[in-house]
């Protein structure tokens, strides 16, 4: 079964900054789409950035890109110019293209921004 | 995308009773849900898959006779907690996956429910 893991239970950016949050997950798997989810204190998990496994490119939307390194097994988040409403819970997760209805998420990073 | 309606976002019940909890797509029609149980600081625990018009599908572990789920339509999905007790206490949240034939595209969530059972 395929698991996600993310290192990181907390990390702490100052405003403006740049921060890389971490995700690793195994698979046998060659075709899957990772994900990385937003969960404010609303607790509306919110879809931030996603990442085709048959793409080398790697995502970006605005201020978020992420670093896929397939061989690895790695996807990591890196949020730049960091902002006061980026404060939240982060979970990366992964999805299958074989049995797209099951998506595996990660325990999540929580994310504080210091103005 | 996908607009997903969650209702109530917070219920408090007596041990013992039952709560229903909808989850609608406003904006799709949606053969499949799914619904997933996420305790204090932790992740989201897929329970089951629900299907329109046919039995959910449930992960290991979840009682199917305690999680009630029925999706009588293409737009609303339910999921009844049946004699509720305290640790069925959580936040319950639905969700709907895009695309048919499109599993690029992740899940859209409901805004989620909190459930407290006293």
């Known amino acids: 079964a395929q698991t996600v893991t993310q290192s990181q239970p907390e990390m702490s950016v100052q405003e403006a900054e740049t921060v890389t949050l971490s995700c690793t997950y195994d698979?046998?798997?060659?075709?899957?789409?990772l994900f990385w989810y937003k969960q404010p204190p609303s607790r509306q998990m919110i879809l931030v950035i996603r990442?085709?496994?048959?793409?080398?490119q790697n995502a970006t939307e605005n201020r978020f890109s992420v670093n896929f390194q397939k061989a690895a097994k790695s996807f990591s988040l890196k949020i730049s110019d960091s902002q006061l409403g980026d404060a939240a819970m982060y979970f990366c997760?992964?999805?299958?293209?074989?049995?797209?209805?099951?998506?595996?998420f990660g325990a999540g990073t929580r994310l504080t921004v210091k103005p | 995308g996908a607009v997903v309606s969650q209702h109530p976002s917070r219920v408090i019940c007596k041990s013992g009773t039952s709560v229903k909890i909808e989850c609608r797509s406003l904006?799709?029609?949606?053969?499949?849900m799914f619904w997933y149980r996420q305790f204090p600081k932790k992740s989201l625990m897929l329970m089951a898959t629900?299907?329109?018009?046919?039995?959910?599908?449930?992960e290991q572990g979840v009682e199917k006779d305690k999680f009630l789920i029925n999706h009588a339509s293409l737009t609303l999905s339910t999921l009844t907690v049946t004699s509720a007790h305290p640790e069925d206490s959580s936040f319950y949240i639905c969700?709907?996956?895009?695309?048919?034939?499109?599993?690029?595209?992740?899940?859209?969530f409901g805004s989620g429910t909190r459930l407290t059972v006293v």
């Open positions: 904006d799709f029609q949606a053969t499949t």
């Open positions: 698979t046998s798997e060659s075709d899957y789409y």
């Open positions: 990442q085709e496994a048959y793409k080398q």
């Open positions: 997760a992964y999805r299958s293209a074989a049995a797209p209805g099951d998506m595996r």
């Open positions: 969700s709907v996956s895009r695309g048919t034939g499109d599993f690029s595209w992740g899940y859209t």
């Open positions: 629900s299907n329109e018009g046919s039995k959910a599908t449930y």
